[in-house]
């Protein structure tokens, strides 16, 4: 499923580039650590399984592209991810949500994820058989037919010019609308999706699945009318359940998250040991010792199976403002090996964000006011000032990274925002007159807290 044979490590980081500026370090750790496990996978022999993960902690305030990195790397390869935030786990009791729940959750992804990959692949033939049947309930065989004994070749001959004209008409869309009687065990279960509640978590059940048991063959005595289009759907459905094998897909997709998968753990320095008053946060202590052995590598039990965490990528981040990593108990750092400091974000660094990113803010407001019909330009004068303020309230208030340009954007744009569509409204340029005008007047006033900014 992976590539990884492509992506060395300077592969990674233009690859990065195109989303995240700058922490050229950081993109080069990761890229390092990514490139290990396809490195770990090409030997053989019992040392295979002694390679473990270079699992990595970023450090650096809010909004310099901790998580961004994490979540690039995962898309670029198509591993399994997911994100948790370790102060999640002390806000219960001695310990709230059980750590083991994240090895749970990727291990869910990582079956919605393989699940939709087979999904793709056998659509074509389930299709194709959807469609057979449906022409079947359209056009039935006579008796003899069903039973093999077409004695008038000439009579089957017809059935099966009738039977194409018919399959035409019906792969046109001018039979959907067309009422027909489908059997009931096509009558999907309803979709009902459950929540666990406290406690059963930690039994990881599958509720859908017992429910799809309880109602399973109820009114196994009576059709259904419904129209051409919905029966095919469903029966594509019921091919496409039928065609993915349940075990290749838990196989696989276990497979992925003990090969490739990535959890990232957000605000790890929210559970590091800081004295109070003389004591340790018993709590923060516990969750660490809960996550030591998932880190380290252990079996955790899904309602897949055993899933081993070994070769898990594990990459943490923290602000660390009031901890230090060396905060977090001696066995857990030395399951963390790699450091990196990411550097704040500067007014230079919010110019480059707003115009060389693939998914820059600019590009995307230009987007969306292109579905209103009108174009969007900004000027590079506009762009240094909206950088500008950007910069200057991350120094007034909390410094909250790039996530500052989304509020600074979405101040300027308001009104024209709320104003769209508008018949007058054909083009709009952004000048630094303009951005000064429209965003001075929130950055000047001392009572910043009733702005967004």
């Known amino acids: 499923m992976l590539n990884y044979v492509h992506l060395t490590p300077k592969r990674i980081v233009e690859e990065l580039d195109k989303y995240i500026i700058g922490q050229d ?12 496990r396809w490195r770990r996978q090409q030997i053989s022999g019992d040392i295979k399984g002694e390679i473990i993960p270079n699992n990595i902690i970023l450090i650096g305030p809010t909004g310099v592209g901790k998580t961004e990195i994490a979540r690039r790397i995962s898309r670029l390869t198509g591993a399994p991810f997911v994100k948790v935030e370790a102060s999640k786990f002390t806000e219960v009791g001695y310990v709230g949500r059980d ?3 994240m ?15 087979m999904i793709e692949e056998v659509r074509p033939e389930a299709e194709k058989n959807a469609t057979e049947m449906i022409l079947d309930i359209l056009l039935p065989r006579s008796k003899k037919m069903k039973q093999n004994r077409v004695s008038d070749n000439a009579e089957y001959d017809r059935y099966l010019r009738s039977r194409e004209k018919m399959r035409k008409k019906l792969l046109s869309g001018s039979l959907d609308d067309k009422e027909i009687e489908i059997e009931p065990e096509l009558d999907t279960t309803p979709n009902l999706e459950i929540l666990p509640g406290p406690g059963l978590e930690l039994l990881d059940l599958d509720f859908t699945e017992m429910l799809t048991n309880i109602f399973q063959g109820k009114g196994a005595s009576r059709t259904i009318k419904t129209t051409v289009h919905t029966a095919w759907k469903r029966y594509i459905e019921t091919e496409i359940n039928r065609l993915i094998s349940k075990d290749k897909l838990i196989e ?3 497979n992925s998250v003990e090969e490739n998968g990535i959890i990232f753990i957000d605000e790890i320095d929210k559970i590091a040991n800081i004295d109070k008053q003389g004591g340790l946060d018993v709590s923060r202590s516990g ?17 897949y199976g055993m899933i081993d965490t070994s070769h898990i990528l594990f990459i943490a981040a923290g602000a660390f403002h009031s901890a230090k990593p060396s905060d977090l108990i001696p066995e857990l750092q030395g399951r963390f090996p790699i450091r990196v400091e990411l550097n704040s974000l500067t007014k230079e660094d919010f110019e480059r964000i707003l115009i ?8 995307q407001y230009q987007e969306m006011f292109r579905s209103e019909g009108v174009e969007l330009t900004f000027m590079l004068s506009a762009i240094r000032e909206i950088a500008r303020f950007a910069a200057l309230a991350n120094e007034k208030m909390e410094d909250i990274g790039a996530r500052r340009l989304h509020t600074v954007m979405n101040t300027l744009l308001d009104d024209f925002l709320f104003e769209m569509p508008s018949e007058t409204l054909k083009s709009v340029k952004i000048t630094k007159k303009m951005v000064t005008e429209y965003l001075n007047p929130v950055i000047e006033s001392e009572d910043l807290s009733r702005f967004i900014l």
């Not at 370090?25 to 290990?36: F, P």
């Not at 090895?103 to 990959?117: D, K, P, T, W």
């Open 25 to 36: 370090q950081a993109k080069r750790c990761v890229a390092i650590a990514l490139r290990n």
């Open 99 to 101: 750590v083991e729940s």
């Open 103 to 117: 090895v749970r959750e990727l291990m869910n992804y990582a079956v919605s994820q393989i699940r939709e990959m």
């Open 252 to 254: 696989t997709a276990k």
């Open 287 to 303: 969750v660490q010792r809960d996550l030591l052995p998932i880190v380290e590598g252990s079996k955790v039990p899904t309602k």
């Open 356 to 363: 060389e990113p693939e998914n820059s803010l600019t590009k």
